[in-house]
């Protein structure tokens, strides 16, 4: 790990400093059962050096170097703490795959190229567990999955659905009651892009919290109440 360089400010007290030892020593119980032999011991070294260091807290160099340790092993515990999250993020992105191949017969060679180069991408992940790599990969799933159920007729007849269950809040009833019209006819037409533009107009008419529900993805949910003229 890289040197840490922190200046010790004025209104650092001995007390501040014990007081943020005091906080990742709390953390450690939980971190050490997380990290591999190798990391346990690198941390415990760590704690033994900050141990032996508290003798020279009174001096403005031995206080840096408190503060620096302390920092160095919050960043440690940090990084343990990311490192175990790591079966959690491929299970959601498995999960994302899932969700795409659903839809495995309707995917243009685009997207299916896509697919397969995500998974190659989460293959090598497997093995390197790289966090930021993982976060990475994560979003570029969602993106292919937003661009698959952007595509579908159920994503749109799902929207608005939800978006008729709340026509109430809207802020405009008649411009509300034209767009459920036309939505209504794309429907029957099986038109997505018709569906698409209804449902997007219709969701500017809701409150936001209404808005950020939808935004969550509602899919399959039918169109329920309403009738094409």
């Known amino acids: 790990m890289a040197e840490i360089v922190v200046d010790r400010t004025p209104g650092e007290s001995e007390e501040e400093l014990r007081e943020g030892f005091a906080r990742e020593k709390a953390r450690l119980g ?9 990391q346990e011991g690198a941390i415990n070294s760590k704690v033994e050096e900050i141990d032996k260091l ?5 001096d403005v160099d031995g206080a840096q170097q ?10 440690k515990l940090d990084e343990i703490e990311e ?6 993020k491929i299970a959601y992105i498995e999960e994302t795959f899932e969700w795409i191949e659903k839809y495995s017969d309707r995917l243009t060679s685009a997207q299916r190229s896509e697919l397969a180069m995500l998974k190659e991408r989460l293959d090598k992940q497997r093995l390197k ?5 993982l976060d990475r990969l994560n979003e570029d799933c969602l993106a292919l999955y937003r661009d698959v159920m952007f595509s579908q007729p159920e994503h749109w007849k799902g929207m608005l659905s939800y978006e008729y269950q709340h026509r109430d809040e809207m802020t405009d009833q008649a411009e509300a009651n034209r767009l459920f019209d036309q939505g209504a006819r794309a429907i029957k037409l099986e038109d997505v892009d018709g569906m698409r533009k209804a449902a997007l107009r219709l969701l500017r008419l809701l409150p ?12 399959g949910q039918g169109f329920s109440g309403l009738t094409a003229d």
């Open 30 to 38: 939980e971190m050490l059962e997380k990290a591999g032999a190798d």
């Open 66 to 75: 408190l503060q620096t340790r302390i920092i160095e092993l919050r960043m």
């Open 83 to 88: 490192q175990a999250k790591v079966p959690e």
């Open 208 to 219: 936001r919290d209404v808005q950020e529900n939808a935004n969550r993805g509602v899919i």
């Open 129 to 133: 567990k790289n966090v930021t790599e």
């Open 54 to 58: 508290w003798v020279r807290v009174a």
